[in-house]
């Protein structure tokens, strides 16, 4: 059955199939609401029963709807099918703009192309039928953003599994046209990935995901969403008619070795702050302005962008004068872009890159968007192709955990202070915090380049600013040692800056403890000299069940060196290190009653510093403890860990170094399983640090000496009520309850072994 509505669209044909008496009852709605379109505009038109309508005697509309000569001129008997290709042909025209996109064929092309498909997915649905059977109940995971305004609904981007096929997204993307088609929508294929990964962007209505999850090599689909500059409105920006000029910045050097690449809007390369230092790249991907009325002002679509390449390398306001700035624009002229256009960025990059090797290289992403694990994942490929990568934390006042690129762990996520060194507050929101936040860094009425003019500066505020100028710190820091990794640099950030300025009050009571309290900075000298370089690496808050853990992984190029556990009630069973090979897991273990707990692994830098988990073996003895020692020589103690799932748990282990008779060692409970680090570090030395307080207090803290750095931090107690261990920066912290005893922080402190030094015992 053939039927028309008003606007002449055909809306549902029924008829048996050409092979066997199955009826195909899917359909498309004729609701008056979707008026002959999808959500994305698409057509919902039945190719597939076109197709098993030849078999089938068709009835003539009713009287009043449109007519179709196509298909009743002539009939459509067994031995006709012209008129049904020729009905084909002008669903492809409608489907023409599909066509402008570099990566589909020519109309012509595409035309025979789809039609040869329909033959191709007949002689391949029976083997699909077999895959879709290998995974049923698993379709692929689909992503989306958190936040309901920032969607793009329609727009999808496609990944697929890493099976080394070449062409494999071009071919599954041909497939989702030619089975959409089938069921009557008509797609658009906006964007192809074969560099990045592998995948593609496509335009399709929402009805189509659950076939789209169910096609051979697809890994996951995410909705497109959008990023926004990291700005307060520029509008508020002041005009500064006079060059901005500092006599007291003294950088170590100018980063003259260092290329920036910018993804942001638009840039006016001619302003005397950046002129010869820009080079402004021919991309460009930004979704349309809002608003019918909006008129793009030059100055006012070049505003963040100028401003934010000043900020990073500008002659006057700039941090690293000497540093190129390479500009790619992926938001437009409100500094608002799409997840798919930054990806689509990040893949003319990593091409040209390939074309043309540079290094070192910094790539500073000043935007933020909801959390996006195809984004998260794209610049973790970067990463390891050696780009190091800058990301604003974001102005939404909330956890940067919640936000990408910035929850990116192999990404350097930078929030802002103002010039009090404290959380920038940018009207009622501010700079975000949590432990997926770096460093912090300058970010309020930060002066700089203006488009308003050549010879124009104005002041913007936000985590935008405060990534740029770590961009220049990163420049420079780079250009004394272009070897570094994204992992070592970042290290050598949090080394070099400013601890325990800011006041923590600022920040929600859960988020105190495990937002970093640092400011970026830079030291007047720079010089690349081997250093043992250590941080601290939180999990996120596991569940309140009694077998839920907390996993922290250290990044590459980086050694785990210890781990620790915190809870929020004192409720938890304790921590180990799990050895997967090729990665380590800090394991924090929950306990019945618990309010979530935190692991914390103590990630560190030292050449070839390859380390081992000794565990306790049990003895015939039954003695009061237990023990476990570093049995080679080239071995040093870097932490101690215990745990115990079957008895209450109390954080009473503590390290002990070797003497002439016994080597390093962890000392234990006898009811806990205890592990011992092991560090491959010869050419390190370590002493243990304690702090036992005289009077109670919630917190027991131990600092290590200057010049020596924190590794493994434990707790002593002889009461079941402390809440755990944490490493900030160089101190080691033990929380207890008021009702516990007092406890002894106990602090594990190397560094690099001095020539003619004794041993520390």
Excluded at 165 to 180: F, G
Excluded at 500 to 514: K, S, T, V
Aim: proline share 5%.
């Amino acid at each position: 059955m053939v039927r028309w509505d008003n606007s002449g669209v055909i809306r549902h044909i029924h008829a048996q199939q050409i092979r066997g008496t199955r009826l195909d009852r899917r359909r498309v709605s004729s609701s008056s609401s979707q008026a002959g379109a999808g959500e994305d505009g698409s057509s919902p038109f039945r190719v597939q029963q076109l197709l098993s309508a030849s078999a089938a005697p068709l009835r003539r509309p009713p009287a009043g709807s449109p007519p179709a000569p196509g298909l009743l001129r002539g009939g459509m008997g067994s031995g006709s099918r012209a008129p049904l290709l020729l009905l084909l042909l002008a669903a492809l025209a409608a489907w023409a703009p599909a066509a402008a996109s570099p990566h589909r064929l020519p109309d012509d092309e595409d035309a025979d192309d789809l039609l040869r498909s329909f033959a191709f997915e007949e002689e391949e649905e029976g083997e699909d039928q077999t895959d879709a059977g290998k995974h049923r109940g698993g379709l692929a995971a689909f992503y989306r953003s958190h936040k309901d305004a920032w969607r793009l609904p329609g727009h999808y981007i496609v990944v697929l599994k890493d099976e080394g096929v070449k062409l494999q997204a071009s071919q599954t993307a041909r497939r989702l046209q030619v089975r959409a088609a089938k069921r009557g929508y008509l797609t658009k294929i906006l964007h192809i990935f074969e560099e990045l990964f592998q995948g593609f962007v496509v335009k399709m209505s929402r009805d189509l995901l659950h076939m789209a999850l169910r096609l051979p090599h697809v890994h996951y689909i995410e909705e497109d969403s959008y990023v926004f500059a990291q700005s307060v409105p520029w509008s508020l920006g002041r005009i500064i008619p006079v060059q901005y000029q500092s006599n007291e910045y003294n950088p170590p050097n100018k980063g003259d070795l260092v290329e920036v690449y910018l993804l942001d809007t638009s840039v006016q390369s001619n302003h005397r702050e950046i002129e010869g230092r820009l080079f402004v790249t021919d991309f460009e991907n930004v979704p349309e302005e809002d608003g019918t009325r909006f008129h793009r002002q030059a100055s006012r679509c070049d505003s963040h962008g100028t401003h934010l390449a000043g900020v990073i390398s500008g002659r006057d306001a700039g941090v690293a004068k000497g540093a190129s700035v390479r500009s790619l624009r992926v938001l437009n002229c409100q500094g608002k872009g799409t997840v798919s256009g930054t990806l689509i960025g990040l893949e003319f990059v990593k091409k040209t890159l390939a074309a043309q090797p540079y290094s070192p290289l910094i790539m500073c992403l000043p935007l933020a968007g909801g959390y996006s694990h195809v984004l998260n994942a794209a610049c973790r490929l970067m990463v390891q192709m050696g780009v190091v990568i800058i990301a604003a934390a974001g102005n939404y006042k909330e956890d940067a955990c919640l936000y990408s690129p910035a929850s990116e762990p192999e990404v350097i996520t930078v929030g802002a202070t103002n010039a009090q060194d404290q959380p920038a507050s940018m009207g009622t929101l501010g700079t975000n915090f949590g432990h997926c936040v770096d460093v912090f860094a300058p970010g309020d009425d930060i002066i700089g380049a203006s488009s308003d003019c050549s010879t124009c500066f104005t002041s913007q505020s936000g985590t935008s600013q405060a990534a740029a100028y770590v961009a220049g710190i990163a420049a420079m820091i780079l250009n004394t040692n272009p070897a570094l990794s994204a992992s070592e640099l970042r290290q050598r950030l949090i080394h070099f800056s400013i601890k325990n300025l800011i006041n923590e009050a600022w920040f929600p009571e859960d988020q105190r403890m495990i937002t970093p309290n640092r400011v970026a900075g830079i030291p007047s000298k720079l010089v690349a000299d081997e250093q043992l370089y250590c941080r601290s690496v939180w999990s996120s808050l596991s569940g309140s069940t009694h077998a839920a853990v907390a996993i922290a992984h250290c990044n590459s190029n980086e050694e785990m060196f210890s781990c620790s556990s915190v809870s929020r009630n004192g409720k938890r069973q304790g921590e180990r290190i799990e050895d997967h090979g090729d990665r380590k897991e800090c394991v924090a273990h929950n306990k019945f009653g618990g309010q979530g707990i935190y692991a914390i692994a103590r990630c560190c830098i030292w050449p070839k510093a390859g380390c081992q988990i000794n565990t306790y073996t049990q003895t015939t003895e039954d003695t009061a403890v237990r023990s476990v020692s570093c049995t080679k020589d080239s071995h040093v103690l870097t932490g101690c860990s215990s745990y115990s799932l079957d008895r209450d748990f109390s954080e009473n282990i503590r390290p002990v170094l070797r003497t002439e008779s016994n080597p390093d060692q962890c000392i234990g409970e006898a009811d806990a399983m205890v592990h011992a680090s092991c560090c491959h570090a010869p050419s390190l030395e370590c002493k243990v640090q304690e702090y036992s307080p005289v009077d109670f207090t919630t917190k027991a803290m131990v600092t290590c000496d200057d010049g020596w750095t924190l590794t493994g931090c434990n707790a002593y107690s002889h009461g079941p009520k402390t809440f755990g261990v944490y490493s900030r920066d160089n101190t080691c912290i033990v929380m207890s309850s008021p009702q516990s005893k007092r406890a002894v922080a106990v602090g594990i402190c190397c560094r690099r072994r001095l020539l003619q030094s004794s041993s520390y015992k």
